[in-house]
């Protein structure tokens, strides 16, 4: 029997990520080399490709010690200070900031600055050490309060404003969780929500859409081959909520992986990624699907 196996449409790069990478590229093909701070992407065959092109992944130490270079800034956004370095150093950026999270790091510099004016407290919904965290962070002198649960909540002052943001890349239910706890611990502190909370819901739409294609897609098929790296937050998030639709959900990270898996008694796999896994990485995954699923010859 032929088993059906099919890349979900909507997988592959989100656009943010692929700017970033097309960016990449032009600057590769044009001169050879190119320094990017932190991971372009967060995923190992992706980045893996680039650097065959020439692509030199350097941290901040690196990056503090450079002149008269160019350098990538990834779509996560960068802290204010990494700027400052670059025009002292003669570092050319090539800034690959996501427009989306740009736009969120304003919101949140606006929102600070209401807090000075007003009182109260900003309050990002985000991941310990995550990059884009650490930038949207920095957008406060670090005076925000980075909350990743509910037991991070007992940070806040209920009885002030409070400016909650939260990453672009976190779980939408979740964060709505988080803001009606917050909503109402407010209320027990004598205050009202209406008034001092002030909800900005900036999880990004790819992220949202993505949630709500994978939760029909994870259900259409016997099988999942969820294919993303374990350094992607999104990724891990996205196959969390697959395995919770369908218990036959694999994280793939490489061929090898595919290999592990027993093909027997499925009829149909569904295949999807995270917004760093590449489309043509998906690719390759259905084509050694097909061959370990007796569906080719080997
Ligand atoms: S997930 Fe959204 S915000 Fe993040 S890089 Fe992609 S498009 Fe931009």
């Not at 092109?53 to 450079?66: A, H, P, S, T, W």
């Not at 807090?115 to 884009?132: A, C, D, F, L």
């Amino acid at each position: 029997m032929k088993v059906r196996i099919e890349i979900n449409k909507g997988s592959g790069f989100c656009f943010g990520v692929q700017n970033a990478v097309n960016l990449a590229e032009q600057e590769l093909h044009r001169s050879g080399n190119l320094y990017s701070l932190g991971s372009i992407v967060h995923n190992k065959v992706e980045l893996d490709r680039l650097k065959s092109m020439g692509l030199n992944v350097i941290d901040y130490e690196q990056f503090r010690k450079l002149k008269n270079v160019k350098v990538l800034i990834r779509a996560h956004g960068e802290p204010p200070d990494i700027y400052k370095i670059a025009h002292r150093n003669n570092i050319e950026l090539i800034d690959a900031t996501c427009p989306i999270v740009s736009q969120l790091q304003a919101r949140i510099r606006t929102g600070y600055q209401k807090t000075k004016n007003i009182g109260g407290s900003v309050v990002i919904y985000g991941k310990q050490n995550h990059p884009e965290a650490k930038a949207l962070l920095a957008q406060t002198e670090g005076k925000a309060i980075l909350v990743n649960n509910q037991s991070d909540l007992d940070k806040i002052n209920f009885k002030n404003h409070i400016f909650l943001y939260s990453q672009t890349t976190m779980n939408s239910k979740e964060y709505e969780t988080i803001l009606s706890v917050i909503a109402e611990k407010i209320t027990a502190s004598g205050g009202h929500p209406d008034q001092l909370l002030h909800v900005n819901r900036t999880i990004c739409k790819q992220i949202i859409n993505r949630e709500s294609v994978l939760r029909k897609f994870a259900c259409n098929y016997d099988m999942i081959l969820f294919v993303s790296s374990k350094e992607s937050s999104n990724g891990r998030m996205l196959y969390q909520l697959c395995k919770s639709i369908n218990r036959k959900s694999y994280f793939i990270t490489n061929l090898q992986d595919l290999v592990k898996i027993s093909f027997n008694n499925v009829s149909s796999i569904g295949i999807c990624g995270a917004t760093s896994t590449p489309q043509w990485f998906l690719e390759k995954i259905r084509i050694r699907t097909e061959e370990l699923s007796g569906n080719k010859r080997k």
